[in-house]
């Protein structure tokens, strides 16, 4: 798939543009500030309905404006299709799909983006939450369906979690915390199951990329962390590790197992101590964690690595139900600047067989002249804010 149109009124730094994109590769350069980031965010809002940079709308919002409309245009399956979202000051989302009124929530997945952008790098060095994240977001692109048990789950937690604070008050009924137990383990083994079976179908094509784009290649090698892998207590015997095709049910079983044990430990702190909210994506640079072990420029790779083999694992699976248009369009925010030319060669080489791909920089000198061999085309924006506009150049025609 890939968007041939992108609309936009009063988001962030634009007051309103009207851009048409091509197939291949599209530039966009300009100094910092210029609104490079914000054009790009535009798209990756509207394939998710979040920002990869921010957690609520409002900065979306042009400043001081009360409403922002992002729309497209997609070629999907040789159909074109149109989306639009309205951002709202204080009030729900409003959305529209083909001219008819949708709901926010059924934009979610037409358009399929892999993004990535310098924040990433807190994939590697940051806290477990981001690395959740990705997984549940690849959990999502690869099965829809399981956006609804995410999205359970997160409320059980939210339930269970003040059902365990206040149960420190009121000990003796313990049967609405067992029904909450069935509920959080039965999600939870979905969830993790799901989260091992797209973690082992990433790693082959991370491994691949880290090679490609590493400055010194090497093996990135990922595994799915689970605390129920380990014992209860720190001194406790060892557990045996769930095997990797371990099925859902076998996974709720042994959650259902961890809560009975840690039902006292969960009432005196009020918080939920077992769960898949608990694991953890392991990222693994020779023999050494990447976090805390590896340099900047390692964890660098390796966080562009890790996009860059979503994106191959979502191109070679398809969409979603069979899907033949699924490829996401790949969209690379500042990523040229902190690679040497052999790397951004390497980095173009695998660009070349990619429908539609979004690039922003800085100095257009970072870009390598490979792009421009992209079969289906390149072009080159400018980014100039002083009017709001754009100028087009396509280069070498
Ligand atoms: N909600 C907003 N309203 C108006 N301007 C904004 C808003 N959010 C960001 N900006 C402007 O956009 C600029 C950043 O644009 P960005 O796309 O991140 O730049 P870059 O070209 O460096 O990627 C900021 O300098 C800021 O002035
Ligand atoms: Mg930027």
């Known amino acids: 798939m890939r968007v041939t149109h992108l609309q936009l009124s009063d988001f962030r730094s634009y007051g309103s543009l009207d851009l048409e994109l091509g197939p291949g590769v599209t530039t966009f350069v300009g100094r910092n500030g210029q609104g490079k980031t914000n054009l ?12 990869h940079r921010v957690a609520s709308d409002a900065p979306l919002l042009r400043f001081g404006a009360e409403r922002a409309v992002i729309g497209a245009r ?18 729900q989302n409003t959305a529209r799909l083909n ?7 059924d934009l979610v997945g037409i358009l399929r983006t892999v993004v990535f952008a310098p924040e990433d790098l807190a994939l590697v060095k940051g806290d ?22 995410l999205s359970d789950y997160d409320r059980v937690l939210r339930q269970r979690g003040s059902m365990l604070k206040t149960a420190r008050n009121a000990r ?20 993790v199951a ?19 784009v590493a400055p010194e290649g090497g093996s990135c090698v990922l595994s799915y962390s689970t605390a129920l892998d380990k014992p209860v207590n720190r001194d406790d015997a060892e557990v045996e590790p769930l095997s990797p095709q371990a099925a859902p049910d076998e996974i709720e079983n042994r959650l259902l197992e961890r809560l009975r044990a840690l039902r006292s430990q969960e009432i005196d ?36 690595a890790l996009r860059l083999g979503a994106y191959a694992l979502l191109t070679a699976e398809g969409g979603p139900d069979g899907d033949p248009d699924g490829e996401p369009v790949l969209i690379l925010d500042d990523v040229f600047a902190e690679l040497d030319s052999g790397r951004r060669a390497a980095l173009a080489r ?16 970072d870009v390598p002249e490979e792009l421009a061999a992209h079969p289906a085309g390149s072009a080159t924006v400018k980014v100039r804010r002083d009017d709001d506009r754009l100028t087009l150049a396509v280069r070498d025609a």
Do not use: F
């Not at 477990?128 to 999502?140: I, K, N, S, T, W």
């Open 194 to 212: 799901a989260r091992r079976q797209a973690v082992a179908a990433l790693a082959p094509y991370v491994l691949e990329a880290y090679a490609d």
């Open 74 to 91: 997609l070629e999907k399956n040789g159909r074109a299709l149109s989306l639009e979202v309205t951002l709202q000051q204080g009030r």
């Open 269 to 304: 702190r009020g918080v939920n101590l077992a769960g898949p909210h608990r694991d953890d994506l392991d990222i693994t640079l020779g023999d050494m964690p990447a976090k805390g072990y590896a340099s900047h420029g390692e964890s660098w790779s390796c966080a562009l």
């Open 350 to 365: 695998r660009l070349t067989s990619a429908r539609q791909v979004l690039i922003t920089a800085a100095v257009g000198e």
């Open 172 to 191: 003796g009924d313990m049967t609405m915390l067992d029904i909450w137990d069935e509920k959080l383990a039965h999600l939870g083994g979905r969830i």
């Open 40 to 51: 790009v965010e535009a798209v990756r809002y509207l394939s998710t309905l979040s920002s």
């Open 128 to 149: 477990p939450a981001g690395r959740r994240q990705l997984m549940d977001e690849l959990v999502v692109a690869l099965h829809p369906a399981l956006a609804g048990d």
């Open 99 to 105: 001219r008819g009124q949708a709901r926010p929530r």
